[in-house]
């Protein structure tokens, strides 16, 4: 497996087969599977909603300089990341890549 930390998306990413989620997931500890809605998601707790605000963007540089760009949900004290590559209709190593720093993102920490 590759390093995840270390790791760049990719524009041509293949589909990730669904027998395969499980070697992925241990990678992303606290990232859940959704494979009926075909995307990866985690919440993230914080003390305050100046956390959260630093964490969405701290996840918004992720993803820029990824460009891979996830779903957030956001509320005062909680944000939710969910990934999906949507142009291979579910997940690739895109989506494992870009949880994995955004689980590594210091912001992430706070819980």
């Not at 919440?43 to 305050?48: A, E, K, L, T």
Request: hydrophobic share 50%; net charge negative; glycine share 2%.
């Amino acid at each position: 497996m590759m390093n995840l930390l270390l790791a760049r998306c990719t524009p041509q990413s293949e589909p990730l087969p669904l027998e395969q989620l499980a070697d992925w997931l241990v990678q992303v500890p606290g990232w859940q599977a959704d494979p009926e809605h075909k995307l990866i998601a985690r919440r993230f707790d914080f003390d305050n909603f100046y956390q959260v605000m630093a964490f969405a963007n701290a996840v918004a540089e992720i993803a820029h300089a990824q460009d891979h760009h996830p779903d957030l949900m956001l509320s005062f004290n909680a944000s939710t990341v969910s990934f999906s590559t949507h142009s291979v209709l579910g997940l690739s190593a895109n989506d494992f890549i870009c949880a994995a720093q955004v689980s590594a993102l210091p912001e992430a920490s706070a819980e």
